[in-house]
């Protein structure tokens, strides 16, 4: 059973920093990308930063230039450090993974880290 366990959230001010960790365990299928999702309150969940198995990196126009994704294969760990943080980024951010099983992509998600920021 695809198990998806996030770290990094917390409470940090305006221009400030954090970084999200992600560790999967459990995943036999083979894995077409990892990412992050947030989803802010009253608002749909949304595609925050994407990192293929090829290593392609796609981000939300919101993010560009401010956040990241990495992942490290070994550790089965994808990571998205987050700078210059502002308000609008106030959400609960979810890791995700894509993976193609029996030819369907199927996503697994974590239980999600809250990221508050304030002014």
């Known amino acids: 059973q695809v198990r998806l366990v996030e770290s990094g959230g917390g409470s940090v001010q305006a221009g400030g920093s954090l970084r999200l960790s992600c560790v999967a365990s459990?995943?036999?299928?083979?894995?077409?990308?990892m990412g992050w999702y947030r989803q802010a309150p009253g608002k749909q969940r949304e595609p925050v930063a994407i990192?293929?198995?090829?290593?392609?990196?796609k981000y939300a126009n919101s993010v560009n230039g401010r956040f990241t994704v990495s992942r490290n294969n070994a550790k089965n760990t994808v990571y998205k450090p987050m700078n210059s943080l502002k308000q609008g980024d106030k959400a609960v951010y979810y890791c995700?993974?894509?993976?193609?099983?029996?030819?369907?992509?199927?996503?697994?998600w974590g239980k999600g880290t809250l990221v508050t920021v304030s002014s």
């Open positions: 995700n993974e894509e993976a193609n099983i029996d030819w369907n992509d199927v996503d697994f």
């Open positions: 459990g995943s036999t299928f083979s894995i077409n990308a």
């Open positions: 990192i293929s198995s090829s290593g392609d990196e």
